[in-house]
């Protein structure tokens, strides 16, 4: 049995391409032009409002109003995990693309490699933005 994941014909990856890069548009241009600290219509974190410590997405939504509006400080503060991510996935992207078109292209765009130190990574961030030393952290 081979445990190699199916293959996506270039015509369903690129139609794809579209279909995500349309979703990404639309959620950016709503979170662009509504504020989601002054409207509510936004979900709520459950666990915080359950617990009232802040996880790893916390402020999120708010990190990226601030993007893309430009204010980089404000992001950072509102959710620096995400922001990090954001670069990182940028960079990974953008070199992803480079050997792609040079035909060196031999992995995969996210690995699962990355997965297990993301997941620590994001679960120190939580730790950390709850502690009071760290608040600086917290949204
Ligand atoms: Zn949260």
């Not at 504020?35 to 939504?61: E, I, K, W």
């Not at 204010?71 to 996935?89: K, P, S, T």
């Not at 940028?90 to 992995?107: V, Y």
Request: positive net charge; glycine residues 6%; aromatic residues 14%.
């Amino acid at each position: 049995m081979d445990s190699a994941p199916p293959k996506i014909a270039a015509g369903n990856a690129r139609f794809a391409t579209i279909i995500l890069t349309a979703t990404l548009a639309g959620g950016a241009a709503v979170v662009f032009f509504f504020n989601p600290a002054t409207h509510t219509f936004y979900p709520v974190c459950q666990f915080h409002r359950l617990t009232g410590l802040n996880c790893p997405g916390c402020g999120m939504t708010r990190a990226l109003y601030a993007l893309l509006h430009a204010e980089f400080l404000r992001a950072l503060h509102d959710n620096a995990l995400f922001v990090l991510v954001l670069v990182a996935l940028t960079i990974r992207a953008a070199w992803f693309r480079w050997n792609k078109l040079r035909g060196r292209l031999n992995s995969e765009f996210f690995p699962a490699k990355f997965l297990c130190p993301l997941l620590v990574f994001a679960l120190a961030f939580a730790v950390l933005r709850n502690l009071p030393m760290f608040a600086f952290l917290s949204p």
